[in-house]
């Protein structure tokens, strides 16, 4: 590959999901593998499938790792779980799949990676401002930029709103479970996306998840005043993501190491996503 190549990984609770991400394009440098989520799946199983899917690609030997979990992440340990074995609380996802590749690697929340993605590559490109990604599938999955830099850990999904657990009534899980007009479903969206509005007064609201692909079904129902797009990226969202943090992660510490940082290290002329503002450490944990 003579692309500039980082590789993503999507973690999930059925299946996981990974391929070589092109970093000037945000595409896929070759077809996407998937391999079923082993069960149990305590890190030691996922650590093997990680591995596997890494070595089923001829990847460049610098090609840095980026892991999308589905929990929250502080700086690259898993603080609790709810998709996958309770073993993984504790975890250094980092270090854990450093011990597995060999390579430098990060880990982030699934729903951050996905707005990582679009707002390097999709939806929110060169997108100033507040900006919100609101993934719609099993619950609601958020990521928050403030001028390009993340805020990590939002899950705004779980605020509550009329006495319930906001993606209990507004998930697209919801929809299919009570059998939900698109009619009744948009009303429980505008409920919770004018809450949220009214708390954080976004420039931008990106929605996604497998049912944006519908998006003309339900987002011209919404009546807010930042504007409401569809996600460009859908379901590679995650992968890209965490590929384009890995990379950034991976210049900064060829920077401390003293080498020269390579490209994709800034997003709107602002520092790497996830990092501090004198570029000295990224936020969501890494390990060279």
């Known amino acids: 590959m003579s692309k500039k190549i980082a590789f993503g990984i999507d973690i999930g609770g059925s299946g996981i999901k990974g391929a070589p991400v092109d970093l000037a394009t945000g595409e896929f440098a070759e077809e996407r593998t998937r391999i079923p989520t082993p069960d149990p799946s305590t890190p030691e199983a996922v650590a093997a499938v990680l591995l596997e899917l890494v070595d089923t690609y001829d990847l460049p030997a610098d090609a840095p790792i980026g892991v999308a979990f589905p929990g929250p992440i502080h700086h690259g340990t898993v603080r609790f779980i709810a998709n996958l074995d309770a073993s993984w609380a504790g975890v250094d996802i980092p270090a854990l799949v450093h011990r597995a ?19 390097r590559y999709g939806a929110a490109r060169e997108t100033d401002g507040v ?11 958020s990521a928050l930029f403030v001028d390009g830099a993340l805020l990590p850990n939002t899950e ?4 509550e709103i009329d006495g319930y657990d906001a993606e209990k009534r507004a998930a697209e899980s919801a929809r299919e479970r009570e059998n939900l007009s698109w009619d009744e479903w948009a009303e429980r969206l505008q409920r919770y996306f004018a809450v949220v509005e009214d708390l954080l ?9 497998g049912v944006s ?34 990379a950034d992660s991976a210049a900064l510490a060829a920077l401390a190491a003293g080498g020269t940082p390579t490209e994709g290290t800034a997003v709107n002329g602002s520092p790497a996503l996830g990092t501090a503002v004198d570029g000295t450490a ?3 944990g890494t390990v060279d």
């Open 156 to 159: 705004l999904g779980h605020l």
């Open 201 to 209: 007064s976004p420039d931008l609201i990106v929605v996604g998840g």
């Open 131 to 141: 900006v919100l990604v609101s993934t719609l599938g099993t619950g609601i999955g």
């Open 101 to 119: 590749t060999g390579r430098h690697a990060i880990a982030v929340n699934d729903a951050d990676a996905a707005g990582i993605g679009e707002l």
């Open 282 to 284: 990224p936020t969501v």
């Open 213 to 246: 692909k519908k998006h003309d079904k339900f987002l011209p129902k919404l009546h807010l005043r930042a504007p409401v797009v569809a996600a460009q990226l859908r379901n590679a969202a995650g992968i890209v993501g965490a590929a384009a943090l890995a």
